[in-house]
T-cell receptor
Framework: LAKTTQPISMDSYEGQEVNITCSHN???????ITWYQQFPSQGPRFIIQ???TKVTNEVASLFIPADRKSSTLSLPRVSLSDTAVYYC??????????FGAGTRLTVKP | DADVTQTPRNRITKTGKRIMLECSQT?????MYWYRQDPGLGLRLIYY???????NKGEISDGYSVSRQAQAKFSLSLESAIPNQTALYFC???????????FGPGTRLTVT
């Protein structure tokens, strides 16, 4: 299983773009990269998933370089309600995926 | 109604007791998962099941057992609860390979 490394915490201000980078140096050919968001005492919620290049949906973008050894979750114009823990997961569809410690994002007014 | 439900939502039990946590889903997914989360930490996978006849150990299965009674139901049992099993437990489901996981609201378990 690929090990992931993320910053423990980040601070931002309302209206700013936030970029959270995840390192996964030993990612395998079949592995996807998935990001989840978790609020206190709630289950994680899927944000975005990608395999290579760039993926964008209504809430975030995911940038994956050609070597796939890292990925960056981009949250445009964050608000106070984006304060949460963000998890980067790497794994193949037919295997279990492991949650790391995540990145605790705090958005300030 | 919620797609993934967990019962009970909160439970306090004593050391040595057997306890079962239940999970039900209405999404029609084949894959179901049990995780535990300790304060300030990420989720750790206990068991997962890709269909009714396929159950697999996760990274921390010792002290736990599971039962997949039907496609929609996946139960987690603590045969003899111990205090360090005090945690927040989440059930999740997913559909086809690589699909996102949908999480239940969690069960807060306290073992005294």
């Amino acid at each position: 299983l690929a090990k992931t490394t993320q910053p423990i915490s980040m601070d931002s201000y309302e209206g700013q773009e936030v970029n959270i980078t995840c390192s996964h140096n030993n990612i395998a050919t079949n592995d996807y990269i998935t990001w989840y968001q978790q609020f206190p005492s709630q289950g994680p919620r899927f944000i975005i998933q990608g395999y290579k290049t760039k993926v964008t949906n209504e809430v975030a973008s995911l940038f994956i370089p050609a070597d796939r050894k890292s990925s960056t979750l981009s949250l445009p114009r964050v608000s106070l309600s984006d304060t949460a823990v963000y998890y980067c997961l790497v794994g193949a569809p037919n295997n279990d995926m492991r949650f790391g410690a995540g990145t605790r994002l705090t958005v300030k007014p | 109604d919620a797609d993934v439900t967990q019962t009970p939502r909160n439970r306090i039990t004593k050391t040595g007791k057997r306890i079962m946590l239940e999970c039900s889903q209405t999404k029609g997914h084949d894959r179901m998962y049990w995780y535990r989360q300790d304060p300030g930490l990420g989720l750790r996978l206990i068991y997962y099941s890709f269909d009714v006849k396929d159950i697999n150990k996760g990274e921390i299965s010792d002290g736990y057992s599971v039962s997949r009674q039907a496609q929609a139901k996946f139960s987690l049992s603590l045969e003899s609860a111990i205090p360090n099993q005090t945690a927040l437990y989440f059930c999740a489901t997913s559909g086809v390979a690589g699909d996102e996981q949908y999480f239940g609201p969690g069960t807060r378990l306290t073992v005294t």
